[in-house]
């Protein structure tokens, strides 16, 4: 089956990221078909400054091989190598009545927040349907926010096959229900706009200080604790197995420590859990003429599937 997802190069992974959705993405590349590529133009609508953009770009690049993507099981590209992207958003303009982008709710958020209302902004969903539409991708992973965008790429596909005959394939969104929301540090759901996050690629500075910002009751040292309602428990969960979970309560219940015992192990496991990705990631960022390469590894690919596919829109639409 093939599978599509776009990244956002916005900026520092953390672990709500890595359990919520990364992790799945790895997995699932042993059976499926999986197309992922960074998301550069998408990321213009709300940054202009090119080096930023630039370095953000390698920076996720880096991020997503270093925690598994394999270059030789999935197409990993970055968007703006592929131009056929602009064309088709182009094309399917003329086949996306306003009425459609106006409900969009991404781009009234975006507008409620500060954003200018730029067309790039307004018009996002269509560009988000040319990168899944150009793919022939049938599945399509994304958060929550993102599902209303995969619906309007699918009311798009819809209303050009009726068109032109089955030209695209009908795109399906999909949510990992299964997986549980990662609480950040202050308890609520783990993001980078509540800025309550525990990062994968922190310096050892900072990511102390996250785990310190934990927040914790003020229960005494060698009074048992309620691991249940603990926000380091909750988090550090997520970096053991069933059996070294009941150690950790039998030491919660057991009083003796305090959250300060239990955050330096967290400290540890996230270290553990992270090492060898935060070698690759720091390899790949001294090194950006290999992360170059497979990049252009994987754009040629995609490249191939995108210019056959072009070749029947352009005898349909008259090019
Ligand atoms: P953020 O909220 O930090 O901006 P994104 O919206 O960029 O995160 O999310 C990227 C992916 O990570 C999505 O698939 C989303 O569902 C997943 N994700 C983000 N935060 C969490 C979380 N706290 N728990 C589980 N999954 C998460
Ligand atoms: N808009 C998506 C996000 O913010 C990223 C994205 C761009 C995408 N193009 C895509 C996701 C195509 C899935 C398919 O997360």
Not at 84 to 110: C, N
Not at 148 to 172: M, S, T
Not at 302 to 312: H, L, P, R
Request: aromatic share 10%; hydrophobic share 40%.
């Amino acid at each position: 089956m093939r599978v599509l997802t776009g990244l956002q190069p916005s900026g520092d992974l953390h672990i709500g990221n890595y359990f919520g959705a990364i992790k799945q993405m790895i997995e699932a590349q042993n059976s499926n078909e999986m197309f992922i590529f960074i998301a550069n133009y998408h990321a213009m609508t709300s940054l202009q400054d090119g080096e930023k953009l630039k370095e953000n770009s390698l920076k996720t690049a880096a991020a997503f091989l270093s925690l598994g993507i394999d270059p030789q099981k999935s197409v990993f590209w970055l968007q703006s190598d592929i131009k056929e992207v602009i064309e088709l958003y182009w094309i399917l303009s003329q086949f996306t009545p306003m009425g459609l982008l106006e409900r969009a709710h991404s781009y009234k958020d975006k507008i409620a927040k500060g954003l200018s209302a730029s067309h790039g902004l307004f018009s996002y969903p269509v560009l988000m349907a040319a990168d899944i539409l150009l793919f022939d991708a049938r599945v399509v992973p994304v958060g929550k926010d993102q599902i209303q965008h995969v619906e309007i790429a699918r009311d798009i596909a819809l209303k050009v096959n009726n068109e032109w005959g089955e030209i695209f394939v009908l795109p399906q969104a999909r949510i990992d229900e299964q997986v549980a929301v990662v609480v950040g540090t202050d308890g609520a759901k783990m993001s980078k706009s509540y800025q309550n996050t525990i990062d994968i690629f922190a310096s050892q500075k900072l990511l102390k200080k996250q785990i310190a910002s934990i927040v914790t009751d003020s229960t005494a040292l060698n009074v048992p604790k309620d691991y249940k309602n603990c926000n380091v428990f909750k988090i550090i969960k997520l970096f053991l197995d069933e059996i070294e979970q009941k150690n950790l309560q039998a030491r919660y219940q057991k009083g003796g420590e305090g959250y300060g015992h239990f955050k330096m192990y967290l400290n540890e496991l996230v270290n553990d859990y992270f090492k060898e990705a935060r070698e690759k990631y720091d390899e790949f960022l001294e090194n950006p003429s290999h992360l170059k390469e497979i990049l252009d590894f994987g754009a040629q690919k995609a490249s191939k599937i995108a210019k056959e596919k072009m070749q029947k829109i352009y005898e349909k639409i008259g090019l």
